[in-house]
């Protein structure tokens, strides 16, 4: 038995474990009381974590798939060198946009991305999709519109705040904010301290609130502008932190001084007084937050709802203080900024879509493939991600993606998307090699984990770093050796902080341009030679590190760090190559959240006016209608799910099935007892069910699990898979983000 420090891959909390592991297994897993942020906390899934490491689906070998559609075994080298002359082949013939790559990391795997996006630059594309263009790009884009930067991304205090106001989240369950079920209670215990939940749900978080709002479905941009106009109506607005921090107020308190109120509210289904009672209380606290997830991200008014959420802390003042709404850093950056009204960002050959920070929408994909014109997406790197599952519209998927020319999966384990693949590539697990999350989203405080592998890599598993190396090699892109840097780089002793190798490096990197999109690569291949314990993939974190320190200095130095301008990024390296339980990266004022704004006044952007726009234009028509009458909120965080990261069913010690929680009256109502099995039918399909009677849903509305509908060796998929319900058309038309939380439905009782 050995004991090792880890983390936990299942959300984006990413708790620091302490484990203990025996041969290739884990014995015991317990939270890590030295990890910076989680600091012990972890959840029951993450218990559970042997399921993830250890199953059938596992991939041990590269696989092709034969002329027969069945998948035969190949080395390394004949998949890499065949996929590198199919890849050129395609560029040459067809340019940069037939190739798209899609995720590069999931939870916790955020290391291998870096390389990954080294082969959608060898292939001069950009076109990048993944998940986040499935919930969050619509906060992205207000982000970036509000303050400047669209990767200008906002945090929660929620710790301190003495009034939370929780929109559409469900952290008890699903976590997002630290050490949630703890953070709940606190708060719960102390009576001077208020919760408010905005949710059609009466959820975990919703039982433990001081104020349950349970709206109807879709109607959060209603109840939000409501209370705006209640704040202003009011004067319960910040007058001195408006005139201080932002413009463009007096263009929003016009629109919402124009905002029917009452109508609003009706239209939410809540009651006026609460709705004022929560306004006031917010607006009044002295510390107070919103935290919001899925919940208005994947339903109607996306975007606006992004931007309303953001205009209730910002005209209250809750912004840039302890106990409030916060920017944070990025040590990595997992997104981008591609402000879509500047000329140089590519639209899309079928939809005329632009990237939101970088990242385009899956909803728009298969028809990006099945267009008919050259400038179709042809060939397709997946790593990290299963969208045929995971995807709005599951038939699309599979009907696309039989037509790429080539499919390369890069997964852990043999998915759905895989079977569809020419070529699947195993990788090694999280726990199989170096690795490190993205999801750093703290404030003040911001922390950092790298994590050292506990296993050997599964049969012939490599870590994506590797893959993409080679894959690189083979096209051409990158030179096989480096003898002149690697040498500097091993010669070099360890006091000299790796500055002998920068400078070498930067000479390199001048003189040979073309290498610039490879440098993590070429420090893998170089620098990553000398590091110590075979850490070779975490050394582009030194170039990061570099960065970060040198754009927050101050507070890269108020964390401990030791070092000047051209040094402390070395040292902020070391201690995160060293600090097996995670290190702080940096602690910064609250005040000085200001500097982080893009805009180059260092205040908030009111006066949005498309937004204006969208909230004069409110849409009142219906979701639901006589033939779906119901609106399935499809993809409920519950006690044992985990998007599709487990396979293994036997994960599960609850809630097999996954099963439709329904309203004891609306199932009366369609006689379906408890336990029976029913058919759910949207306009785009209908899959089975296993009905389960819950007081906790609104009349009106039902809830299926998101992670299941997966297959499990040679089984058929198992629970409900949920995108065959969802179709690729019902999303919101500016950001493609799906309603997944807002699918017309109808159930009926399976005759037994
Ligand atoms: N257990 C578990 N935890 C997870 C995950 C998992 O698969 N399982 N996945 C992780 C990932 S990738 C993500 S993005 C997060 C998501 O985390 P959350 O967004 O917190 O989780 P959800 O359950 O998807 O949805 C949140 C809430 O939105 C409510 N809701 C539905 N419709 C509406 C509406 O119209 N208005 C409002 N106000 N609320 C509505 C639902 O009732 C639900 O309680 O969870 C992460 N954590
Ligand atoms: N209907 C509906 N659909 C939804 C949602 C919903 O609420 N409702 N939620 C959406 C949301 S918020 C999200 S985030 C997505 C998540 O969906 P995806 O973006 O597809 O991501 P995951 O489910 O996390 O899938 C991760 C994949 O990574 C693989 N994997 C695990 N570890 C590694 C590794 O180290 N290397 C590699 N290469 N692969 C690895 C796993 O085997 C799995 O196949 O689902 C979305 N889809
Ligand atoms: S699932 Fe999330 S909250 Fe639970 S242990 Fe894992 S990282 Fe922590
Ligand atoms: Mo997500």
Same mark, same amino acid.
């Given at each position: 038995m050995s004991a090792h420090k880890t983390a936990c891959i299942l959300c984006s909390r990413n708790c620091g474990l302490d484990v203990e592991t025996s041969g290739r297994r884990f014995v015991r897993i317990h939270g890590d009381k030295e990890h910076p942020v989680s600091k012990g906390y972890m959840c029951q899934k993450g218990a559970r974590l042997g399921y993830y490491q250890d199953n059938a689906d596992r991939l041990t070998h590269p696989l092709k798939r034969m002329p027969d559609g069945q998948f035969a075994q190949v080395s390394w080298d004949e998949a890499l060198r065949d996929i590198a002359t199919r890849l050129l082949a395609i560029r040459e013939r067809h340019g940069g946009r037939a190739f798209a790559f899609y995720g590069g990391g999931g939870q916790g795997n955020h290391l291998g991305g870096a390389y990954g996006r080294q082969l959608q630059k060898a292939m001069r594309s950009r076109y990048l999709y993944n998940s986040l263009a499935q919930e969050k790009t619509g906060d992205f884009w207000a982000n970036g519109r509000i303050f400047g930067r669209q990767t200008c991304h906002t945090t929660e205090d929620i710790e301190h705040a003495d009034f939370a106001l929780v929109i559409g989240a469900n952290p008890w369950q699903a976590h997002g904010i630290p050490n949630a079920r703890d953070t709940l209670r606190d708060i719960k215990k102390d009576p001077a301290r208020t919760l408010v939940v905005i949710d059609p749900r009466r959820t975990e978080t919703a039982k433990d609130a001081d104020i349950h709002l349970q709206l109807r479905p879709g109607t959060d941009a209603y109840l939000m502008a409501a209370m705006l106009s209640v704040i202003v109506r009011e004067g319960l607005h910040d007058k001195a932190f408006l005139a201080q921090h932002t413009n463009g107020f007096a263009a929003l308190e016009r629109a919402l001084l124009?905002?029917?109120?009452?109508?609003? =509210?009706?239209?939410?289904?809540?009651?006026?007084?609460?709705?004022?009672?929560?306004?006031?209380?917010?607006?009044?606290?002295?510390?107070?937050? =919103?935290? =919001?997830?899925?919940?208005?991200?994947?339903? &109607? *008014?996306?975007?606006? *709802? /992004?931007?309303?959420?953001? $205009?209730?802390?910002? =005209?209250?003042?809750?912004?840039?203080?302890? /106990? /409030?709404?916060?920017? @944070?850093?990025?040590?990595?950056?997992?997104?981008?900024?591609?402000?879509?009204?500047?000329?140089?960002?590519?639209?899309?050959?079928? @939809? /005329? $879509? @632009?990237?939101?920070?970088?990242?385009?929408? &899956?909803?728009?994909?298969?028809d990006e493939i099945e267009h008919t014109g050259e400038d179709r997406v042809r060939a397709m790197f997946v790593d990290s991600a299963n969208p045929a599952v995971t995807a709005a519209d599951s038939q699309a998927y599979a009907r696309a993606f039989r037509k790429l020319e080539l499919l390369v999966v890069v997964d852990v384990a043999f998915t759905e998307t895989a079977r569809l693949a020419h070529y699947v590539l195993p990788a090694a697990s999280q726990f199989e090699k170096w690795e490190c999350t993205g999801f750093n989203l703290e404030f003040p405080q911001n922390a950092f984990q790298l994590r050292a592998p506990l296993f050997e890599p599964l049969g012939e598993c490599?870590?994506?770093?590797?893959?993409?190396?080679r894959l690189l090699e083979h096209m051409g892109e990158l030179p096989k050796s480096f003898p002149v840097l690697r040498a500097v780089a091993e010669r070099e002793p360890a006091a000299a902080l790796h500055l002998g190798y920068l400078a070498a490096l930067a000479t390199t990197l001048a003189a040979r341009p073309k290498l610039r999109p490879y440098a993590a690569s070429l420090l893998y291949r170089t620098l990553g030679a000398a590091l110590p314990d075979g850490a070779g993939t975490a050394a582009f974190l030194l170039p990061l590190a570099m960065g970060y320190a040198h754009q927050h200095y101050t507070a890269v130095k108020r964390a401990g760090y030791k070092g000047n301008r051209a040094t402390l990024g070395v040292h902020l390296f070391r201690a995160i190559l060293n600090q097996r339980s995670g290190a702080v990266l940096s602690r910064h004022e609250y005040d000085e959240v200001w500097s982080l704004l893009g805009h180059a006044d260092q205040r908030a952007q009111l006066e949005v006016p498309e937004m204006l726009q969208a909230l004069r234009e409110l849409d009142t028509t219906e979701s639901t209608s006589p033939a779906f009458p119901l609106v399935l909120m499809a993809g409920e965080r519950r006690t044992y799910n985990a998007n599709a990261i487990f396979r293994d069913p036997a994960w599960r010690k609850q809630d097999k099935d996954g099963a439709l929680r329904i309203h004891p009256e609306d199932a009366q109502a369609l006689e379906l007892e408890d336990g029976v099995r029913a058919r759910v039918t949207s306009a785009r399909g209908a899959i089975e069910v296993t009905v389960q009677r819950d007081e906790s849903v609104r009349r009106g509305m039902v809830t299926l699990p998101h992670g299941h509908g997966m297959r499990y060796g040679d089984s058929e998929p198992l629970g409900p898979a949920l995108n065959q319900l969802t179709s690729s058309e019902h999303c919101e038309p500016f950001t493609r983000t799906p309603y997944h939380k807002h699918v017309p439905v109808r159930v009926e009782a399976l005759a037994s």
């Open positions: 124009a905002v029917p109120v009452e109508e609003y =509210v009706r239209r939410a289904d809540v009651s006026l007084e609460d709705v004022q009672r929560v306004a006031r209380g917010f607006a009044k606290a002295e510390r107070a937050c =919103v935290r =919001v997830d899925l919940g208005i991200q994947q339903s &109607p *008014n996306t975007t606006l *709802n /992004g931007y309303l959420e953001k $205009m209730l802390f910002l =005209v209250t003042g809750q912004f840039g203080k302890r /106990g /409030g709404n916060n920017l @944070h850093t990025f040590l990595l950056p997992v997104i981008g900024d591609t402000d879509e009204r500047k000329p140089q960002y590519w639209r899309t050959a079928r @939809h /005329g $879509m @632009h990237a939101i920070s970088g990242i385009y929408p &899956p909803n728009i994909l298969p490599l870590p994506e770093p590797e893959i993409y190396t």
